[in-house]
């Protein structure tokens, strides 16, 4: 089992900037890819960034391209999301997840965390 906690949600000014962070609790993520997925105005919830914990390779979605970045900390067994320039349209909640593909609906999600980009 693995236990996913979010934190660094908040309200943001168009332009600003946020980091998500997400605490991986239970077993090792050795072998698995954790991801970032977010939903908002109505829309499905969808990924936007991954990375494998062993590789540390990462992708990014187009919407999110040069404003995210996906990271990890593996001696902190923490993933993070830098947000950038954010925009009222990233408005959402941000779901951590881990898996051993990222073809998968994700086994493991965090509790979510709100993300709100307003003037």
């Known amino acids: 089992q693995v236990q996913l906690v979010e934190s660094g949600g908040g309200l943001v000014l168009p332009g600003g900037s946020l980091t998500l962070s997400c605490v991986a609790h239970?077993?090792?993520?050795?072998?698995?890819?954790m991801g970032w997925y977010r939903q908002g105005g109505g829309k499905e919830r969808r990924l936007i960034a991954h990375?494998?914990?062993?590789?540390?390779?990462?992708s990014t979605a187009d919407s999110v391209k040069g404003r995210f970045t996906i990271s990890r900390d593996r001696a902190k067994n923490t993933t993070y999301l830098q947000m950038n320039s954010l925009q009222p349209e990233d408005t959402a909640v941000y779901y951590c997840?881990?898996?051993?593909?990222?073809?998968?609906?994700?086994?493991?999600w965090g509790q979510g965390t709100q993300v709100t980009v307003s003037s």
């Open positions: 997840t881990a898996d051993v593909s990222v073809n998968n609906i994700p086994r493991y």
């Open positions: 239970g077993r090792t993520l050795s072998g698995y890819v």
């Open positions: 990375i494998g914990w062993d590789s540390g390779l990462r």
